[in-house]
């Protein structure tokens, strides 16, 4: 298994709550959806960053069909504007 964590600064401006409750509107659904995504859950940051996305995959392999799916570019651009930086990690267990 492969563990994919994000994190992420928001634009100045953006309305933090309301960004979040929207991304993870669109990316939390995608699990059952994109093959070998088994778990994702994107939650608010109360210290350092703003916000956090954690996920889930069969491989690394299913990590990387993720990145290029058409449902995760998808959802990608409908908040993609609203990021200001991002720090990922992977690793496996």
Not at 15 to 25: F, M
Not at 33 to 44: A, F, H, N, S, V
């Amino acid at each position: 298994m492969v563990k994919h964590i994000v994190t992420y600064t928001l634009k100045d401006g953006v309305e933090k709550d309301a960004a979040v409750r929207q991304i993870a509107s669109v990316l939390e659904p995608l699990v059952g959806k994109i093959p070998g995504l088994l778990r994702m859950e994107i939650r608010r940051c109360f210290q350092g960053m703003d916000y956090i996305l954690y996920s889930e995959f069969e491989s690394r392999d299913a990590l990387a069909a993720y990145r290029e799916h058409p449902l995760h570019l998808a959802a990608k651009d409908t908040f993609h504007h609203f990021l200001a930086t991002r720090v990922s990690a992977d690793y496996e267990e």
